[in-house]
């Protein structure tokens, strides 16, 4: 194989769905949907929670925030593959590429911390109540927010950086639908054991950390629950986690098969529709979710509508 400098290489190429050429206006058709719809929910969440007072609250904050990361995350990916799936172009510049590493890698690490601090906030909220309002104070809530956002731009500024700092072997063919790390990392021609290392070590502190705390949480909270002397209260307590149940589970499953899977265990096209599972459904589901399984978000959105409807009366 040839080398070349990786500042050499001035863009690179989407394989893409290229085995499935009679199946690409098709594909076309539903990632449009779905990228409008990803869209149109996530917005309608951050807008509700904006106009109505009473959903001020931690949880709903958190759940705004979260919100505008898939909004991100969708943006970061989805107009670049429709148009490698609308067009002949299948390629990305290499500072494109890099911007959209970048991108990725900052939503998906801010999004792991922001739902492990979600799980935190309602086991505060249910086996504390007496003291949540404490627990989970304004100052606390804005550090919990700061801290995910930074955290996640660490991440992307550190991995992404390294993985350029690489030089590119030619032909600048990425097997993938997307600028990802490990289909990123197979053009590199150097040695990339030490960066391997950190990245396994940074997806089981950035992955699993959060989602084994996610865990501990839940286990204490049904405990909590399962103690509760009212029935019309443990439903409620129920209700309350179960999207974010629901949410964490869809994410970091799909997130740790993507990053923790060994090298050789699957083939490229079974890797590129687990990426999809992951950026993709996400993103899509997480307001369906949380505006069908909450009566708060049910009951805001119903209001916002009559209140639109008795102004357009007038």
Not at 41 to 50: K, L, P, R, S, T
Not at 109 to 116: N, Q, S, V
Request: proline share 5%; net charge neutral.
């Amino acid at each position: 194989m040839s080398r070349q400098n990786h500042s050499s290489v001035a863009e690179f190429i989407f394989l893409g769905f290229s085995s499935f050429p009679e199946l690409q206006e098709q594909i076309f058709g539903v990632f449009l949907v779905i990228y409008l719809v990803t869209l149109m929910g996530n917005a309608i969440i951050i807008v509700v929670i904006f106009l109505d007072q009473s959903l001020h609250s931690p949880m709903y904050l958190f759940l705004q925030n979260l919100s505008v990361v898939e909004v991100s995350f969708s943006a970061a990916i989805m107009p670049e593959m429709l148009v490698v799936l609308s067009s002949k172009k299948t390629t990305i510049p290499f500072v494109g590429c890099f911007a959209q590493m970048y991108f990725i890698l900052l939503f998906g690490a801010t999004e792991c911390f922001l739902l492990g601090a979600m799980a935190y906030d309602r086991f505060a909220a249910i086996c504390h109540p007496l003291t949540y309002p404490t627990i989970m104070n304004k100052s606390v809530l804005v550090k919990l927010i700061l801290f995910s956002w930074v955290s996640g731009v660490m991440v992307a500024t550190v991995q992404t950086t390294w993985v350029f700092s690489f030089p590119f072997c030619g032909p600048s063919e990425i097997n993938h639908l997307f600028c990802e790390t490990p289909p990123g990392l197979e053009l590199v021609c150097a040695d990339t054991f030490l960066f391997e290392i950190y990245a396994f070590t940074g997806t089981i502190l950035i992955v699993m950390v959060p989602f084994l705390l996610i865990l501990l949480s839940y286990i204490r909270i049904l405990f909590a629950i399962l103690k509760m002397p009212s029935t019309t209260g443990r439903q409620k307590a129920f209700s309350t986690c179960a999207s974010h149940l629901t949410s964490v589970t869809l994410f970091y499953g799909t997130a740790c098969v993507t990053y923790l899977q060994p090298k050789a265990s699957y083939s490229p096209e079974t890797k590129k529709l687990m990426s999809l599972a992951y950026t993709l459904l996400t993103p899509l589901l997480n307001p369906l979710i949380y505006s069908l399984r909450n009566n708060e978000m049910k009951r805001s959105l119903m209001k916002l509508w009559q209140r639109k409807q008795v102004l357009h009366i007038d």
